[in-house]
């Protein structure tokens, strides 16, 4: 008796359901190991926003101080926000800014200290210092 050989699928095309299972699983992987990359990144990205809105708005004061008269200049304190175009208004205010204003290390020199405050689940601040002189 005589057996007949069996037949060899030479030329397979596509891909069997363990490869497709594989791919998934790899493929899930891959995703939950980017999802934890992202999600701290994100945060990061929004208190780097936070950090430049406030640095600017503590700029802006302190270009306020430089164009103003020299006897004019006070400490103070005023609420802010500040929205993605730039703009500046006290509606809805996340940012508190103070300044101080006191005597500089030279005469007719004053220094200005301008803090902005903010809270982001967490108390935040940024100060910026400058010497402004008669």
């Known amino acids: 008796m005589r057996t007949r050989p069996t037949r060899r699928l030479v030329?397979?095309?596509g891909f069997g359901l363990i490869d497709a299972?594989?791919?998934t699983g790899l493929l899930s992987v891959f995703m939950l190991a980017a999802h934890g990359l992202l999600?701290?990144?994100m945060g990061?990205?929004?208190h780097a926003n936070s950090v430049t809105a406030a640095t600017r708005?503590?700029?802006m004061k302190i270009e306020e101080f430089r164009a103003a008269a020299y006897s004019t200049l006070a400490s103070g304190t005023d609420s802010q926000s500040l929205t993605a175009s730039g703009t500046t208004g006290t509606s809805q205010a996340i940012y508190q800014r103070s300044w101080t204003v006191g005597t500089g290390p030279a005469t007719n020199t004053k220094e200005v200290t301008v803090t902005v405050q903010w809270t982001d689940g967490v108390a935040r601040h940024a100060s910026l210092?400058?010497?402004v002189a008669k």
Do not use: E, G, M, N
Request: no cysteine; aromatic share 0%.
């Open 44 to 46: 990061a990205d929004r």
């Open 39 to 41: 999600v701290p990144a």
């Open 129 to 131: 210092k400058t010497i």
């Open 21 to 23: 299972l594989v791919a």
């Open 11 to 13: 030329h397979q095309r």
């Open 57 to 59: 708005l503590a700029q």
